[in-house]
């Protein structure tokens, strides 16, 4: 199912069980793939061309948003990143595992290439 148009949501408290995600995943008829975060400086902004959603199961860090604003992410958190949409992960001190679905079978990190911001389709010339 793709996410509307617009800017990153983190949608705290989704989740209780890995089973949780798996059916969350299945009703979305999206792909999975686990994604191990080590440690890693913060992000620039970019977007990606595909949407993405993304189940924090380990670790805790926080995401930007367009606007500049840091939300933190942490276990039982779901972050949804439409297509578009300009964002950064943040700055990962400690182990993140993650589970982030797309809607297709794919290379997670082929398909999540970091596209400059000012090329997002949702950009106002950031």
Known sequence: MALQPGPLKV???FFD?????LE???KLDLWPTTYVSGRMDELPLHWH???NRG????????VINEAGEHLTLEPGDKLEIPAGAIHAEGK???RMVYIVAIP???NL????????PKESPLSDGV
């Open 11 to 13: 949608i705290k408290g």
């Open 49 to 51: 061309d595909v949407d």
């Open 55 to 62: 189940y924090v199961l380990e670790g805790s860090s926080y």
């Open 92 to 94: 990962v001190t400690e």
């Open 17 to 21: 069980t890995k089973d949780e995600v």
């Open 24 to 26: 969350d995943i299945k």
């Open 109 to 116: 990190m082929e398909k999540l290439t970091l596209k400059d």
């Open 104 to 106: 297709e079978a794919a």
